[in-house]
């Protein structure tokens, strides 16, 4: 029986805790009588027989007719599908995707469906190369498809391959993909990760345009979901829903598969599988394995340990497949997920402190680089909660991260100029948005290396910086431990070499004898704050 | 000649060097975790230890190739000569297994710790290097020391005695499926008093369920070399009877076809103590003597035993010691 994710109350027999520190870790000792750790549910148990289970699901949808029922010889069908952002780290193969994928084209082909595209919906993400795509959907499916040119990446700058279905009563502009929105069925497959993903996000968002897009990734969106993992407290998925009703009413029917996964991010294996373990259970083997890595780390270079990161597959367990109309689907999906998620907390605290590890969902197969960093932490990890936010207004967030200043320069080119020049004007979200976003968006060479290439958007900095924007309101002062401090500075946060500096710099905000929380994520968890 | 002078040099830089070196003790003082072992917080109620011993010991390790090479140089290079210097075996009926192909299970009856190592070192190739015993988990599976000695040298599995155990059973044919052979002491444990006790029904439920068939084995005169309760053998001879392969019947069950391996070892260990013919003649006639031993008191149980003794002792002391 897994054990539900729980919060300690640190005392003096508490050992270090475990910080993830980009590729690297960090034992940090949190002060007795004070602190507190919010750690995470151990993996809940999987699905015995997943194939069994996705038959189920397209059998006995949610408030639909069975999948076999809904395929007709003759009709468009179009498969879109969550991008690399999605789950992290990657999971091991056979991905979830490609399950369920396969499930639902042997039922096309028995029902003599010749009409199918398959698209990757990756929003304003970079595009994803044959490797990925392969790993996501499987060999026998991009085989079959993607020479015959069945199988893509959504482009969202692409005119001629765009659809307006029209505005919400907020006035918000609908512009979906037109393949996706002229189909006879639009089966989307989805990995829910955390309680963010799916509902209606995932054609709205996954398959729009920046014209679309733009309605909601934006500062005030951003600064009104308290917090976007709280779907009812989300503005982000309030624009989103109201989108996917123009959508529904433009007649597309989309036939939403949901999938949750469990908590087993680094497995049974070690060395990886230490970081799963809370510290005081580490046992004589663990605490080998984990000085041995830690000391292997050290005499790595930056890009070896990058790569032996990037390298690791997550042995996930898959907890649920739903499938049926996109609302019952997705109320499902959430309890999937915040059964894995929650921890219940009592209260707010003065500082919250996190481990940022190697990955965010934007650096899969790339480089973390500094702005990636504060979207991790301030956008994702401070948004971990329901109800109130984990620290209090005018707290203090401490992360630890190398915060290295470096870039890949195909993946995101615009981010470069964002930090060089954007971030060097002001820090500030709002005035960064109406100064900045317009030029950088509408920039042809970025539009140019998104569509062609393998870039994310001109515009998508300035939507990692928005996704901080409401901890960027909410908090009195961010310190980075252990970061380059040219690089921390740059994003307007101060930077400490150690977390105990840190601590007496957060003094000066907070007051003497603050305490402290620390998030450890990942594996995954959210805080249920009262 | 050594200069004065470049000796206190020496001394000196080796006093300073000492110096430097902090104290083991001072060493350890400052050692934290992970150097360490961790504290469990106050609050916090510390999780069960998983048990690794007895029936959940892990004896997986043991059928990985550098196991399999320490093994194979333990049994031919110790198991082996010590067999022969304690044991002097004789080994009848191997040409009953020359059709074998494929898994089987060899269940013998059970005198002594020695029959294990008798046994594995009787059978023929490709058996004796591809087989696993199934082993006693609250005898051999105690201790980690025993675990692993028994897991390494006998490539042994725990299997638990008192109870039904799923895991165990489960263990055993996947493993038998994988292509070992297993060795197995039908009995449970080893005779108390020399005579055999009833066979238990494992070999012969696995025996079904992987559809394999059990070679019947006699093992005689291994209890007088390292009797139950004794823990110094004395040498003796012995002899290692394999009998004809069977396999279950078509919907035979498994308490049947137990009782049918059990007759099977009581008709090896009455052709060891008498002759083929006579004792095909008996078990045709359904005289075979069961391996259990008369029903009687004890003083009757030992001297039945000592009856069926085929050869007389060869270690007969000379008295008085001149």
Redesign the interface.
């Known amino acids: 029986m897994p054990r539900p994710g729980f919060v ?4 003096k ?4 805790i475990l910080f993830h520190h980009g590729e690297g870790f960090r ?1 940090e000792k949190l002060p007795a009588d004070r602190s507190r750790v919010i750690y995470p549910g151990e993996p809940l148990e999987a699905l015995d027989d997943v194939e069994q289970s996705i038959q189920d699901a397209l059998l006995h949808p949610l408030d639909m007719d069975p999948l076999p029922e809904l395929l007709k010889p003759g009709m468009k069908l179009t498969i879109a599908f969550d991008d690399v952002s999605l789950p992290l780290p990657p999971m091991k193969r056979p991905d979830i995707r490609q399950r369920v994928i396969e499930a639902v084209l042997d039922m096309a082909a028995a029902a003599g469906v010749d009409d199918v595209h398959l698209i990757a919906a990756l929003a304003l993400h970079r595009r994803m190369t044959e490797d990925e795509l392969r790993h996501a959907v499987g060999d026998r499916v991009y085989d079959a498809f993607a020479p015959q040119g069945a199988l893509y990446n959504h482009d969202a700058e692409d005119p001629d391959n765009l659809a307006f279905l029209g505005e919400t009563k907020h006035g918000e502009e609908v512009e979906i993909n037109k393949r996706a929105a002229e189909s006879d069925l639009l089966v989307y497959v989805n990995i829910n990760i955390v309680s963010m993903d799916g509902g209606h996000k995932s054609t709205a968002t996954g398959l729009a345009s920046y014209r679309a897009i733009k309605h909601h990734h934006n500062v005030h969106t951003m600064e009104h979901s308290k917090s976007f993992m709280d779907r009812h407290n989300s503005e982000l998925h309030h624009s989103n829903w109201r989108m996917g009703k123009v959508i529904a009413d433009a007649g597309v029917k989309v036939f939403q598969i949901e999938t949750t996964i469990n908590n087993d991010t680094f497995g049974d294996a070690l060395p990886m599988s230490v970081l799963a373990k ?5 046992t ?1 083997k663990d ?1 080998v394995s ?2 041995g890595m830690q000391q292997g780390l050290k005499r790595l270079s930056g890009p070896t340990r990058r790569k032996i990161f990037q390298a690791h597959r997550a042995p996930y367990g898959v907890t649920s497949v739903t499938a049926g109309a996109i609302e019952p689907v997705h109320e499902k999906t959430l309890q999937h997920c915040f059964d894995q998620h929650l921890v219940e907390v009592e209260g707010q605290t003065d500082i919250l402190t996190m481990g940022l590890p190697y990955i965010c969902p934007y650096n899969v197969n790339s480089i973390m680089n500094p702005i990636l960093v504060m979207c991790l932490g301030l956008g994702y990890f401070f948004n971990m909660y329901r109800g109130k936010p984990l620290v209090r207004e005018g707290g203090v967030l401490i992360m630890t991260h190398p915060t290295p200043w470096e870039f890949h320069p195909v993946h995101h080119p615009s981010y470069i100029d964002f930090f060089e020049q954007v971030l060097a004007d002001t820090t500030d979200p709002t005035e960064i948005e109406q100064k900045w976003e317009k030029q950088f968006a509408e920039d042809e060479w970025y539009r140019h290396l998104y569509r062609t290439s393998y870039a994310y958007h001109g515009v998508h900095p300035f939507y990692m910086w928005y996704w901080g924007s409401h901890a960027l309101k909410h908090l009195g002062r961010v310190i980075i431990v252990g970061g380059d401090k040219r690089a921390v500075h740059r994003l307007g946060f101060k930077a400490a070499s150690t977390l105990n500096d840190a601590f007496e710099m957060a003094e000066d905000v907070v007051g003497r004898h603050p305490t402290i929380t620390h998030l450890k994520n990942p594996p995954i968890v959210m805080a249920d704050v009262k | 000649m050594v200069d004065k002078k470049g000796l206190e040099k020496l001394a000196s830089s080796v006093q300073k060097a000492r110096a430097k070196v902090p104290p083991v003790r001072a060493l350890v003082a400052q050692t934290s975790f992970p150097y360490r072992a961790p504290t469990t917080p106050l609050t916090v109620e510390p999780k069960p230890e998983e048990p690794t011993l007895l029936g959940h010991y892990d004896s997986d390790w043991a059928r990985k190739l550098p196991a399999r090479y320490a093994r194979f140089f333990l049994t031919e290079g110790m198991v082996r000569p010590i067999i022969a210097g304690l044991a002097q075996p004789e080994r009848k009926g191997l040409d009953r297994l020359a059709d074998l192909d494929g898994p089987v299970i060899f269940a013998a009856n059970h005198h002594s710790h020695i029959d294990a190592g008798l046994l594995i070192t009787s059978l023929p190739e490709p058996y004796r290097h591809q087989v696993f015993a199934a082993a006693a988990a609250d005898y051999f599976f105690d201790t980690r020391v025993k675990a692993t000695a028994s897991a390494l040298v006998l490539n042994a599995i725990p299997i638990e005695r008192t109870k039904v155990g799923r895991r165990s059973a489960e263990q055993a044919a996947g493993l038998i499926d994988d292509g070992w052979s297993m060795i197995i002491f039908p009995e449970g444990g080893r005779s108390p008093d020399g005579w055999g006790q009833p066979f238990r029904g494992g070999a012969a439920y696995l025996a079904i369920k992987c559809g394999v068939p059990v070679v019947p084995i006699h093992l005689a005169g291994t209890g007088r070399i390292l009797p139950k309760g004794k823990n110094r053998p004395k040498p003796q001879r012995t002899v290692v009877t394999f009998g004809t392969p069977i396999r279950a019947n078509e919907g035979e069950r498994s308490q049947g076809f137990s009782d049918r391996i059990e007759a099977a070892v009581a008709a090896l260990a009455d052709e060891a103590t008498t002759d083929w013919y006579s004792a095909r003649r008996r078990a045709a006639s359904g005289e075979t003597p069961t391996l259990a031993g008369p029903e009687s008191g004890a003083w009757r149980r030992t001297w039945a035993l000592t009856a069926n003794r085929k050869k007389p002792r060869t270690t007969t002391k000379r008295w008085p010691d001149l």
Do not use: H, K, Q
């Not at chain 1, 027999?13 to 270090?16: E, K, M, R």
């Open positions: 300690l109350d640190v005392d027999s508490t050992p270090p034992l809370r510290e005081w259970e580490w004589a605490r984990f000085i």
